[in-house]
């Protein structure tokens, strides 16, 4: 092979690694700018208390310092209800090792999904700790709480309610929303728990319930 037939092949071949670094770069850079953008405010959380399935009061107060991703459910659902439960439960395994952050489910059925109800509903899904909450309360505030506390669909309960997740910042404030039966969507939902982690939490004082 002649010099000057080397000497190319060292050049194109520069220029080629050049090429994808600059690619490489452009990726990182992209994913840390996307990384460093803040997440808009919604709205904040509104105040309500509601009764978990320990029998525990839950309320506005229990957002504070907390990540939160909610959910509206019932237990005997036969729609959209099995697969969202499922990847709740995948998520909720996913950050087992993160205490900060917490999962919230409302049940649009109260009047079925007693304490005990919800009690069993959490143990088929693997619930074993108090890191996802299960929540009963009278249904007129549910529906009051997904409509106009959440922005959510909430028409002709228990079958009318919303299949989206909503995540909650450690101020009790509303930042984003994703579909509750699309794996796609969990992609930016990781992503944004990172941003939200990266953020100063604050405490929250609206209890005007």
């Given amino acids: ?27 990182v850079i992209d994913r840390a700018d996307r990384s460093r953008q803040t997440l808009p405010v919604i709205d904040p959380v509104p ?64 009047a079925r999904d007693s304490l005990n109800v919800l009690q069993a509903y959490a143990r088929s899904l693997g619930v074993d700790d108090n890191r996802w909450k299960f929540l009963n309360g009278p249904l007129p505030a549910v529906k009051k709480l997904s409509e106009d506390g959440f922005h959510l669909a909430a028409d002709q309960l228990p079958m009318g309610h919303s299949t989206r997740f909503v995540l909650v910042d450690q101020k009790a404030q ?22 939200l982690a990266g953020e100063k939490p604050a405490p929250v004082s609206r209890n005007d319930y």
């Fill in 1 to 27: 092979m002649s010099r000057e037939v080397q000497i190319a092949k060292t050049v194109l071949w520069s220029m080629l690694t050049v090429a994808l670094l600059g690619v490489t770069a452009l990726f």
């Fill in 47 to 110: 105040a309500f208390q509601f009764t978990e399935r320990n029998g525990e009061p839950f309320g506005l107060d229990d957002f504070a310092g907390k990540i939160s991703l909610v959910d509206f459910i019932f237990t005997n659902c036969q729609g959209p209800c099995p697969v969202m439960g499922a990847n709740m439960a995948m998520l909720y395994r996913f950050y087992e090792h993160s205490p900060s952050v917490q999962f919230v489910s409302i049940s649009v059925d109260p």
């Fill in 174 to 195: 509303i930042r984003a929303y994703y579909d509750g039966n699309d794996l796609i969507d969990f992609d930016k939902l990781h992503e944004d728990i990172r941003n």
